[in-house]
């Protein structure tokens, strides 16, 4: 089994910037790619960020192009999520996922399996 958790998430300005941390335990996830995911009230949950296995690859959603980054360091099983020029839309749980196919982005054949609890960023006007 794997276990993630997530940090990082908090109250900022607009503008402003926070680092999301997801942590996995239990087993390595340096074969896996790593989704970050992210969900308000009353809204479909929402493909943030992505990165495959290796960290090669990375994916964004269009909402957060130009101003997200993804990264994982192997050797501490840990994927972080840089977010600039935070807006008030960017408000919700930010949960991060392990897809055992290695890819880290939703599509055809992706397996999701393992999902963290969620950090909450809230970004005031």
């Known amino acids: 089994q794997v276990q993630l958790v997530e940090s990082g998430g908090g109250l900022v300005q607009a503008g402003g910037s926070l680092r999301l941390s997801c942590a996995a335990s239990?087993?390595?996830?340096?074969?896996?790619?790593i989704g970050w995911f992210r969900r308000s009230p009353g809204k479909e949950r929402e493909f943030v960020a992505g990165?495959?296995?290796?960290?090669?690859?990375?994916y964004y959603g269009n909402s957060v192009k130009g101003r997200f980054t993804i990264s994982r360091d192997n050797v501490d099983d840990t994927v972080y999520l840089q977010m600039n020029d935070l807006k008030p839309s960017d408000t919700a749980l930010y949960s991060c996922?392990?897809?055992?196919?290695?890819?880290?982005?939703?599509?055809?054949?992706?397996?999701?399996?393992?999902w963290g609890q969620g950090t909450q960023v809230t970004v005031s006007s």
């Open positions: 996922a392990a897809d055992l196919s290695g890819v880290g982005y939703p599509g055809i054949e992706r397996d999701f399996r393992f």
């Open positions: 239990g087993r390595t996830v340096s074969r896996y790619g």
């Open positions: 990165i495959n296995w290796n960290g090669g690859s990375t």
